[in-house]
């Protein structure tokens, strides 16, 4: 077995406290109209889907 030396206890805590933070690059133009575009696209479909669930229940 090993024995855990203060030191390297120390060593290893204090690493995981300074960890470097991943960053994450910024957005491109082209990627907020990607995202911008697919967000769109998602709400008008789920409006669509609920104006034809709404129309499939009326009684005719």
Do not use: W
């Not at 290893?12 to 991943?22: Q, T």
């Not at 789920?46 to 129309?55: I, K, S």
């Amino acid at each position: 077995m090993t024995r855990n030396h203060p030191e390297s206890r120390a060593l290893r805590e204090a690493n995981r406290a300074f960890k470097p933070v991943e960053t994450k690059k910024p957005m491109t133009d082209h990627a907020k109209a990607q995202q911008s575009l697919h967000e769109n696209r998602e709400r008008l479909k789920a409006e669509r889907l609920a104006r034809e669930a709404q129309q499939g229940h009326r009684p005719r």
